[in-house]
């Protein structure tokens, strides 16, 4: 177990530029989620999946924001346009819902992406 | 909808004193609670959570927390802090159905020798 794995580590883009972070949960994992978190402040939910379903979007995902899980395994956070409010660290998490021993409510986060738009 | 409010945004302490780090929450479902630890340069790691029974949780490293359902609170405390617990620490609930987690502010928890 490995644990949930973020790439880059860091970003730095200027504004206009569409950005894309690639996050891998943990190898059993079916649930993912994506926060966002400025400084200063605590984690903001931004989206998440059961396998290759997209269950909620937060409303602070504008439409700029995309994500995608396609094969249920690994995700990616698309971010069009940037602007300079973009610029956050950027967490994905995982867990286990459904199966015997498995705890959806028990979030495993990544090391963060973080990302600079100047 | 779930909110969280963590009342201290920075505690500073002294090495082997007792903390307490604050933690209130409104909701109109239930919910389970959590605290997450973050330090200098790393993820978020769970600490400790409270799903049901008892009331009063503890972590491995000697923090403990304990729900209180009429005061809507989930205050983390520690008889005796050391240099090696100085790091972010944030309240979070979600709802007993699943999904996303709802954080507070956090609480930076500054020990000193």
């Known amino acids: 177990d490995t644990g949930v794995s973020q790439d880059p580590r860091h970003k730095i883009t200027k504004r206009g530029q569409n950005v894309t972070f690639r996050c891998d949960p943990i190898s059993e994992h079916n649930r993912l989620y994506w926060y966002r978190q400025t400084l200063g402040q605590g984690p903001e939910f931004l989206t998440y999946f059961q396998n290759e379903a997209q269950l909620e979007k937060s409303r602070l995902l504008s439409d700029r924001f995309s994500a995608e899980r396609p094969k249920g395994s690994f995700s990616t956070l698309e971010i069009q346009r940037t602007e300079q409010g973009d610029s956050a660290m950027y967490l994905c998490?995982?867990?286990?819902?459904?199966?015997?021993?498995?705890?959806?409510?028990?979030?495993?986060f990544g090391p963060g992406t973080r990302l600079t738009v100047t | 909808a779930q909110s969280v409010t963590q009342l201290d945004s920075q505690v500073p302490v002294f090495e082997e004193a007792p903390v307490e780090l604050r933690c209130n929450y409104s909701s109109s479902v239930s919910v389970y609670l959590f605290w997450y630890v973050q330090y200098p340069n790393q993820g978020l790691q769970l600490l400790l959570k409270?799903?049901?029974?008892?009331?009063l949780v503890e972590s491995i490293n000697g923090f403990e927390a304990e729900f209180n359902k009429s005061q809507t609170s989930f205050h983390l405390r520690k008889p005796s802090v050391h240099i090696s617990d100085t790091a972010e620490y944030f309240c979070a609930v979600t709802r007993v159905s699943g999904g996303k987690l709802i954080f507070g502010q956090g609480t930076e928890l500054s020990v000193k020798p």
């Open positions: 409270y799903l049901s029974g008892s009331t």
């Open positions: 998490a995982s867990s286990l819902a459904g199966n015997p021993g498995g705890s959806p409510y028990e979030q495993y």
